[in-house]
């Protein structure tokens, strides 16, 4: 062997044993230290805790899953170090051996001391706070700083505010207390320039802005905020969108793209929705078929609500499904599948459809989750699911469940997903919310034909989710002129924890002598009703109410000291001063298919009243009234709607006369061209006359509302060409002083006319133009009427 060759192995042998009789007990002494391989186990006698100046030793030693005197591994002491970590206590942990101690060394998170934001003008402390997890007193992690950022961010986005940025500052205090502050730069206002539609036939840009929620930015949107982009919200627009087309009978319709481009230089979205239209169906073919022998489908089909020849309309089949698995579900059928099943036939754009009622698995509900509601009580999402834990799982209860938190209003998204449970049979339902604001603030002001005219301002507060309880508050005061009013509602609209509601109405008004009013009067009173849900659209309510009425003093045809020459002393005759109450209990019935109560598109709207008034007080009658309208889309892709109205009533004395204040009293709010208390029974003197209205009235109006062609939708101007008519007629005033006369007779008064409609930040704002062109002689015409409120 050569000589050089063996000293080269002789010396890289010796140099492992050296390494070795290093590297050994180093190695072992390491084992010793991080516990044992999985073929060696260690055990310690004490557990010391170090470096901890606020947490207690104990509450250290709880987390951890060695204990002296047991075994141990780097299984467990991995586990001990996650626990430890995962408390948000610590921002550094170690786990060592030392003979036989073992020692755990934590670096404790310092503690938040104060939270302030600094910067913010447009959202104000108890608007932000909320949202941040970073808390007074609380933890203070890198984690939390940075999420926080993040949402206050968000919450800016979605106020309009882009481009705002947020930082942060920590200041030290003593013993380990750290202050936070959230530097913010809200940026400038950004807003919407554009809404564009690519694909679109059917339906026209304007009338598929007009369904979307998020609007261009216009000189009102300061106040309206509508045109801040929001993620969540666009996607909810596209959502209607879908349904707009799902109900107008495009079954092929889909969303290929929505685009949200931000335009730096301009500072605004540019937003791009392509779709896909498809054919228009009619439905052919319908068919309710049971593979359930004792459900016989042939019994069911008067609930199909989805008629051969129509147009398809997704929501339908959405609502005869729900109505056919209730009529199931009460034969004792709670696992039974509704699926509805369309046939097309592409050839003449028809679906055939088949609603198939099987035997579906038996699921039944483990578990039903709540999350991301920070302002809304858990039981408020739980009540809208007409199941609970326990019972039976029904995907079209679901669905109905889904769809009823989306219109409550609370939430700015919603969704409800299931997950398998844990057994087979068993479902998890994961309900995912996000809060929203819904409280507002409105204040206005303008100028009324109404109720004698002239200017009026309104200041009111509604809450629809007061105190995150689900619970309904608005609180108004106004006035004019010659009126001053304030009112308070409140509903509770699960009394008992039952599907009926409970609420109140108060309210006090003041109302000066006019031109068509010749006494002043103060009224107040209130209501208490009881409503009870009878199905989705048809709901029943109780009431009691009570009204006093104090006629305090006559206009300019009576004195103190009594009748001036010519008023015949026809005031206290027709008005007595004093104080007069009215208490009554009675009921309404109500039947709504309207698609949006505050901008009507369409379906139907039906209401029949009545009060007995008697159950104390001075009046002793039977109050009736009839409401019905009707909302249809005569031309979908341009917007214009189409809308009949009629109305009725009668008020029939109880024992005795009904007074000449409990009439109905009727103007150009029912038939535009007349003056306020414009048309009915008047009683005429030598030099002036006097309303006494009627106690029968009929009225119908037929009208077509449109979009004004020279503005954007986004300004809610409209206009409308209307036709009106009506009577009111009837009165059991007797004994009138000598040289007066009664006229009242049931002439038909109509009129024809055009119209302004503003859907203004402050509330629904009209001007109304109108010809009278039938009446009685003894009727009060009015050519221009400028009138503020709400559709119902």
Request: proline share 3%; hydrophobic share 35%; charged share 25%.
């Amino acid at each position: 062997m050569n000589p050089m060759n063996s000293f080269k192995t002789f010396t890289r042998g010796a140099a492992r044993a050296a390494v070795m009789t290093v590297a050994v007990p180093a190695l072992a002494a390491q084992m010793s230290v991080i516990g044992a391989t999985q073929a060696h186990a260690d055990v310690v006698r004490n557990i010391v805790v170090q470096g901890n100046s606020r947490v207690d030793p104990e509450t250290v030693r709880n987390y951890l899953t060695i204990e002296p005197g047991r075994n141990f591994g780097a299984a467990e002491i991995n586990e001990s170090v996650k626990a430890l970590y995962g408390t948000g206590l610590f921002s550094d942990v170690k786990i060592s051996r030392q003979g036989n101690n073992l020692v755990v060394s934590v670096k404790e998170n310092n503690v938040v001391g104060t939270v302030r934001f600094q910067g913010n003008k447009k959202l104000k402390k108890d608007m932000l706070q909320p949202i941040i997890e970073t808390k007074s007193r609380g933890v203070l992690t890198q984690e939390k700083l940075d999420g926080d950022v993040e949402r206050i961010k968000e919450a800016y986005r979605r106020n309009g505010r882009s481009e705002a940025g947020v930082t942060v500052q920590t200041t030290p205090r003593d013993n380990g207390r750290i202050d936070v502050t959230f530097v913010i730069n809200e940026g400038t206002r950004t807003g919407i320039a554009s809404i564009d539609f690519v694909g679109n036939k059917a339906f026209s840009n304007s009338r598929l802005r007009d369904t979307m929620t998020t609007k261009r930015t216009n000189i009102t949107s300061w106040l309206s905020k509508r045109d801040t982009f929001d993620e969540s919200r666009f996607q909810s627009d596209q959502e209607l969108i879908r349904r707009l087309y799902m109900r107008n009978g495009f079954a092929d319709f889909r969303i290929v793209s929505a685009e949200a481009n931000f335009d730096e230089a301009a500072n605004r979205y540019r937003l791009v929705i392509t779709v896909d239209e498809g054919p228009r169906y009619r439905f052919g073919t319908v068919n309710v078929d049971s593979s359930i022998p004792e459900v016989d489908a042939a019994n069911l089909k008067g609930l199909v609500r989805t008629r051969e020849g129509r147009v398809f309309n997704a929501t339908l089949i959405e609502r005869t499904t729900e109505d056919l698995n209730t009529a199931v579900a009460r034969k004792g059928y709670s696992f039974a599948q509704i699926r509805p099943r369309g046939d097309r036939n592409y050839e003449n754009h028809t679906i055939d459809l088949t609603y198939l009622i099987d035997e579906g698995p038996r699921l039944y509900v483990e578990r039903i989750n709540v999350r991301g509601n920070t302002r809304t009580r858990d039981y408020v999402i739980r009540r809208e699911f007409d199941l609970s834990e326990g019972d039976a799982y029904n995907r079209v209860i679901i669905d109905k469940a889904e769809r009823r938190l989306k219109n409550l209003g609370y939430f700015k998204t919603v969704s409800v997903t299931t997950q398998p449970g844990s057994t087979p049979d068993k479902v998890v339902i994961d309900v995912q919310v996000e809060d929203q604001s819904t409280g507002s603030f409105q204040v206005g002001g303008g100028y009324t034909t109404d109720q004698g005219g002239g200017f009026i301002a309104s200041v009111s507060m509604t809450e629809k989710n007061f105190l995150g309880r689900g619970q309904y508050l608005k609180v108004s005061v106004g006035g004019g002129v010659d009126d001053r009013t304030a009112n308070l509602s409140f509903t509770e609209p699960y009394f008992l924890g039952r599907r009926m509601s409970l609420g109140f109405d108060v309210f006090y008004n003041q109302a000066k002598d006019t031109d068509f009013r010749p006494y002043n009067m103060d009224s107040w009173g209130g209501t208490v009703r009881l409503g009870l849900p009878i199905t989705d659209d048809f709901n029943v309510q109780f009431n009691y109410k009570l009204v006093q009425r104090d006629v305090t003093s006559y206009g300019s045809s009576y004195t103190q000291d009594g009748p001036i020459p010519g008023g015949n002393g026809l005031l206290p005759l027709l008005y007595p001063e004093g104080s007069w109450i009215n208490s009554s209990v009675g009921y309404q019935l109500t039947y709504s298919t309207i698609d949006n109560l505050q901008d009507p598109h369409d379906g139907v709207f039906l209401r029949f009243a009545q009060d007995f008034a008697g159950v104390g007080g001075d009046g002793q009658f039977m109050r009736s009234i009839i409401d019905a309208r009707y909302y249809k889309e005569l031309w979908p892709d341009s917007g214009v709607i189409g809308f009949v109205k009629g109305g009725a009533g009668n008020i029939t004395g109880l024992g005795k006369d009904v007074a000449v204040l409990d009439n109905f009293f009727r103007g150009g709010e029912t038939i535009r061209g007349f003056e306020s208390f414009g048309y009915g029974g008047r009683v005429q003197g030598v030099n002036d006359d006097y309303p006494i209205g009627g106690k029968n009235y009929w009225n119908v109006t037929a009208e077509a509302q449109f979009p004004l062609p020279l503005f954007p939708e986004e300004f809610g101007l409209r206009g409308a060409v209307f036709a009106d008519a009506g009577s009111l007629w009837g009165s059991d005033l007797e004994g009138l002083p000598a040289g007066t006369y009664l006229q009242d007779d049931s002439t038909i008064r109509s009129s024809v006319g055009a119209s302004i409609i503003w859907n203004s930040p402050f509330g629904l704002l009209r001007a109304d133009f109108a010809e009278a062109l039938t009446k009685a002689d003894y009727d009060k015409t009015q050519v221009f009427r400028f009138s503020a409120g709400t559709q119902f």
